[in-house]
């Protein structure tokens, strides 16, 4: 274990975030029962908000980035966990109000910790990270709210994104016909390589929503929100159900309530954050066996600590495809 170890640092000057390189101690880090020695992080739009500044994220200071680490146990006094287990966390209040994944180390609560199936490796853990974990968090809620691959089309908003890319190709590999919204329509290739039946520009679903539209979809995963999201809610078939997961296109939801009285469809809320961890252990016992590893490699870049910024800048501004995974030094 090393005496000082690398890490990004977020400190507030004044009403300014100024993200920048740091070289810490063990003793710097929080309080937890379990230290793992971080091998890789990624880079989520939620990163990219936290690093920027442009949406309260942080809410202590100073504050290591980044809202996923893998890697294994260095020492633990957790009886779940012993040193050399491969670990994977996502979510509870990392990069928010607890030292994150952008750093050599991290201490934190054993109870947050999930042991990663024999066919992952921390590695594959980051190139599902929360984007793919929610995604599969996503199909479990579709699943439950009966939506199977005979009842019709599933649309996927924000396709080219970290979420959209592996819930493409968890419904493909399910049997479910997908339909891929994007503004990016020069990724029709890529999108159809992970398995999409068919792509539509991302206009089709951004105009001023109706209170109902033509039934269209059977399901629908949206990483959009907003306008996006009220036109899948008003184009769900009779029984059908979306589940919302992000917010990239704005927090507001106009639609009305036609379309859950008059279609009984049904608006599924999935948080990554305070998931249970019964339903953490199914969702990556299910990404073990129901994402195709060989096309989470095409859909994955990798990057050195130092490309972080350069990333986050770039995930908000749409330039990102697929997954960014992180190699910590």
């Known amino acids: 274990m090393k005496d000082r170890f690398a890490a990004i640092l977020i400190r507030k000057e004044g009403d300014a975030q100024i993200a920048e390189d740091a070289r810490l101690s063990l003793s710097d880090l929080m309080e937890g029962d379990v230290v793992v020695a971080v091998s890789h992080s990624t880079v989520n739009y939620k990163d990219g908000l936290a690093l920027s500044g442009r949406a309260p994220i942080v809410r202590k200071f100073p504050m290591i980035p980044g809202i996923d680490l893998a890697g294994r146990v260095e020492t633990s006094a957790h009886p779940d966990f012993k040193p050399g287990d491969p670990v994977v966390l996502n979510g509870y209040g990392l990069s928010e109000t607890h ?70 190709a968890i419904l493909a590999k399910l049997g479910y016909t997908v339909v891929a919204s994007t503004g990016r329509t020069e990724e029709e290739p890529y999108l159809k390589s992970l398995g999409a039946a068919e792509i539509i520009p991302r206009t089709e679903l951004s105009a001023e929503p109706r209170m109902l539209g033509k039934e269209r979809w059977a399901g629908a995963v949206d990483s959009v929100g907003s306008k996006t999201l009220a036109n899948v809610i008003a184009s769900l078939s009779y029984g059908g159900a979306v589940a919302a997961c992000g917010l990239a296109g704005g927090l507001d939801l106009p639609t009305s309530v036609a379309p859950f009285i008059l279609r009984g469809v049904s608006l599924l809320g999935i948080d990554s954050v305070q998931c249970p961890m019964p339903r953490r252990l199914e969702a990556w016992q299910r990404l073990a066996t129901d994402l195709d590893m060989k096309k989470l490699s095409t859909m994955t870049h990798t990057i050195k600590l130092s490309g972080v910024r350069k990333a986050a800048d770039d995930i908000l501004a749409g330039r990102v495809r697929g997954r960014l995974v992180v190699e910590i030094p």
Not at 103 to 132: C, F, H, N, Q
Request: aromatic residues 8%; glycine residues 16%.
């Open 99 to 168: 030292y994150g994944g952008y750093a050599e180390y991290a201490r934190v609560k054993g109870e947050w910790l999930v042991k990663l199936p024999p066919a992952i490796s921390p590695a594959d853990a980051m190139a599902i990270g929360t984007a793919g974990y929610t995604a599969m968090l996503a199909m479990l809620a579709l699943e439950d709210a009966r939506v199977t691959p005979g009842k019709g089309k599933v649309v996927v908003t924000g396709a080219a994104g970290g979420v959209g890319s592996v819930a493409i």
